[in-house]
């Protein structure tokens, strides 16, 4: 499975992004599927993840209440929409399969000025 990582852009905090993660393969739907970060310096952390049908959602403490993850199977395309951004959101945002299964992909960078 190819996953591909797109949305992210420079934002003034406060400020708000889409995320898009768009799988090659139809067995997307099948995965439990998470959103993970890194930011310079820092290891790989999870933000959020979703179950394979979308009826259950989980986040970290960080990003309660400011970002919601969410899913299309039909388009192989899972999201998140993050709002009330903060300069500590700074990172190459990831996606893949939860736990990880899948090769990373090249990410997208977001990054949010103060």
């Known amino acids: 499975v190819r996953l591909v990582e797109s949305g992210g852009d420079l934002v003034q905090s406060g400020g708000s992004l889409r995320l898009a993660c768009a799988a090659s393969?139809?067995?997307?739907?099948?995965?439990?599927m998470g959103w993970y970060r890194q930011a310079p310096g820092k290891q790989r952390e999870l933000v959020a993840s979703?179950?394979?049908?979308?009826?259950?959602?989980n986040y970290a403490d960080f990003v309660k209440g400011r970002f919601t993850i969410s899913r299309d199977n039909a388009k192989n395309t899972m999201y998140l929409q993050m709002n009330g951004l903060k300069p500590e959101d700074t990172a190459v945002y990831y996606c893949?399969?939860?736990?990880?299964?899948?090769?990373w992909g090249q990410g997208t960078q977001v990054t949010v000025s103060s």
């Open positions: 979703i179950t394979s049908g979308g009826g259950s959602t």
């Open positions: 893949n399969t939860r736990p990880p299964l899948y090769p």
């Open positions: 393969r139809s067995t997307f739907s099948i995965n439990r």
